[in-house]
């Protein structure tokens, strides 16, 4: 539980695609509780909230684990986006340091990263900000022990096994290697997050500064 009226629900395993998709099963059986308010999905977790508190948490905790055991995958065909990225230059200042961290030159962390189709598993973190699966573990790299203090939104980023895109600007502690024009959050778009669950990225490159 979370407080009174909130319950998470965590995965176990890894952070697959085939773990987020049961995830977003569970999801939609959840939808059609009656006591349930709120669902938010995250990277293998699902938060319920509660129009009350639950006067039997462990009936909800079974319900859950029953749930994980027995639901099959869902899966959910988003739209896809292609994503230009001007790779490297002051906007992808850790582009060098992901290059070392792999083992590889810097052309060839680019190549591999624009070289995946990513899918949006989950919103959240920063209004509008997704987190994306499909991420090579080649290039995979460590947060930053100490954080870029004013990250632009639109970096494009990795932060340990996952790929993303920096909603806001503001500190950051994952890896920027390019930046993107595009905008995720606009309260005055209808809806104001630009991605959902299920879409799909591909990134190109608009340009390269080494």
């Excluded at 129009?51 to 959910?76: C, F, K, M, N, Y």
């Excluded at 961290?101 to 189709?117: M, N, P, R, Y």
């Excluded at 790929?163 to 995720?184: F, K």
Aim: aromatic residues 8%.
């Amino acid at each position: 539980m979370i407080g009174t009226r909130a319950m998470l629900f965590e995965a176990p395993g890894e952070f697959t695609m085939a773990q987020q998709r049961r995830i977003w099963a569970r999801m939609e059986a959840a939808q059609a509780r009656p006591d349930v308010q709120e669902l938010i999905p995250g990277v293998t977790n699902l938060m319920l909230v509660f129009s009350q508190p639950p006067e039997q948490p462990q009936a909800v905790a079974d319900w859950l684990r029953h749930a994980w055991e027995t639901l099959p995958e869902r899966h959910i065909e988003g739209r896809l986006f292609e994503i230009g990225v001007r790779y490297g230059g002051a906007l992808g200042e850790d582009l060098a340091a992901v290059a070392a961290h792999a083992g590889l030159s810097a052309q060839d962390v680019i190549s591999i990263h624009h070289g995946s189709e990513y899918t949006v598993c989950a919103i959240g973190s920063a209004p509008g900000f997704g987190y994306l699966h499909g991420l090579d573990p080649r290039i995979a790299t460590p947060r930053k022990a100490v954080p870029s203090l004013r990250m632009l939104a639109g970096t494009v980023t990795i932060g340990g096994a996952q790929a993303g895109i920096s909603a806001l600007t503001g500190p950051n502690g994952w890896n920027s290697i390019g930046y993107t024009e595009i905008c995720q959050f606009d309260p005055h778009r209808t809806p104001p997050a630009l991605f959902a669950i299920g879409d799909r990225i591909r990134f190109y490159p608009e340009s390269i500064e080494l």
